[in-house]
Antibody, heavy 117, light 110 residues
Framework: EVQLVQSGAEMKKPGESLRISCKGSGYSFTSNWIAWVRQVPGKGLEWMGIIYPSDSETRYSPSFQGQVTISADKSVDTAYLQWSSLKASDTATYYC??????????WGQGTLVTVSS | QSVLTQPPSASGTPGQRVTISCSGSSSNIGRNLVNWYQQLPGAAPKLLIHGYNQRPSGVPDRFSGSTSGTSASLAISGLQSEDEADYYCAAWDGSLNSYVFGPGTKVIVL
């Protein structure tokens, strides 16, 4: 069974750094792109970027380029999303999702990141 | 401001047919396949329609999608109470080099 399991909720202060994770199982992790999607409370879905774990090729949405870093460690079948300096506006639920053909058929359960002083 | 446009809400009574529109442009819907996602309250999004009106295993055939030019639509026939959710259209945008989501449509079952 394909699964994407994300790390738990985080509560951080502005200016702090953070890395959240997404571990894949039930399939060959290096065979599919993994994307990150943001959902601000009460708002819609926003595609942030995508990584190919086999060679770590990464593409970012223009809206998120330079704001976050997407990485992957294929030795542990895990993708990451990280911030070097969080802002209150980063408060959101973040989902990872696996790309197959043209769509995202498997999603992680989501990680709620709360940034507040 | 999304490059895809959806109505904020749609409603119907049980058993009715509800249609949700999604309008885009030649850089997204006009040249790439449209996907539809369902997000139940408090849950992760779920793929509903992909490719050429394909439903993943387990998605009822009450859900169907269609595309014409730069617009797409999702139809829910035989509306049920468990269909009350947010629905998002999405597609790759060649100009933005990004996958884009519509703003979402909340379906209310009256």
């Amino acid at each position: 069974e394909v699964q994407l399991v994300q790390s738990g909720a985080e509560m951080k202060k502005p200016g702090e750094s953070l890395r959240i994770s997404c571990k894949g199982s039930g399939y060959s992790f290096t065979s599919n792109w993994i994307a990150w999607v943001r959902q601000v409370p009460g708002k819609g879905l926003e595609w942030m970027g995508i990584i190919y774990p086999s060679d770590s090729e990464t593409r970012y949405s223009p809206s998120f380029q330079g704001q976050v870093t997407i990485s992957a460690d294929k030795s542990v079948d895990t993708a990451y999303l990280q911030w070097s300096s969080l802002k209150a506006s980063d408060t959101a639920t973040y989902y990872c999702a696996r790309l197959a053909s043209d769509s995202y058929s498997y999603w992680g359960q989501g990680t709620l990141v709360t940034v507040s002083s | 401001q999304s490059v895809l446009t959806q109505p904020p809400s749609a409603s119907g009574t049980p058993g009715q047919r509800v249609t949700i529109s999604c309008s885009g442009s030649s850089s997204n819907i006009g040249r790439n396949l449209v996907n539809w996602y369902q997000q139940l309250p408090g849950a992760a999004p779920k793929l509903l329609i992909h490719g050429y009106n394909q439903r993943p295993s387990g998605v009822p055939d009450r859900f169907s999608g269609s595309t014409s030019g730069t617009s797409a639509s999702l139809a829910i026939s035989g509306l049920q109470s468990e269909d009350e959710a947010d629905y998002y259209c999405a597609a790759w945008d060649g100009s933005l080099n990004s996958y884009v989501f519509g703003p979402g449509t909340k379906v209310i079952v009256l």
